[in-house]
């Protein structure tokens, strides 16, 4: 191998360690970003206790419907990472989209097949 080589390897491997170090670094930073909120809404402080997950029915998985789940995300909370509550939309309507209204007391989650 010419040194010419080696010295390039060397650089890249450097580079990439670099890039890596600052990737790890920055995700940290940006934990509680919130850049798609609304102007209209309060802005969020702290962490959320719950995400919402639109899900895909399945035939042949459960009752085979879109679901609406409910997770507990707060580690203070003894459900941390558990579904706190389910409910079945009827149907399987491609579940797509949700969004909470500007004042976050509302829900919505559409499908591509119905909405």
């Known amino acids: 191998m010419s040194k010419l080589h080696a010295r390039w390897i060397q650089g890249s491997i450097a580079s990439l360690c670099v890039l890596l170090a600052s990737v790890v670094g920055f995700q940290s930073a940006a934990i509680a970003d919130e850049t798609c909120m609304s102007p209209y809404m309060a802005k969020i402080v702290g962490q ?39 409910l079945s939309v009827g149907g399987r309507n491609e579940a797509h989209h949700s969004g909470l209204t500007d004042d976050r007391r509302y829900l919505f989650a559409g499908g591509l097949d119905t909405n």
């Open 48 to 86: 959320e206790d719950y995400v919402y997950i639109w899900t895909l029915g399945k035939e042949g998985v459960g009752d085979g419907q879109d679901k609406l789940v409910t997770v507990s995300v707060n580690p203070e909370s003894k459900y941390y990472g558990k579904v706190v509550n389910s």
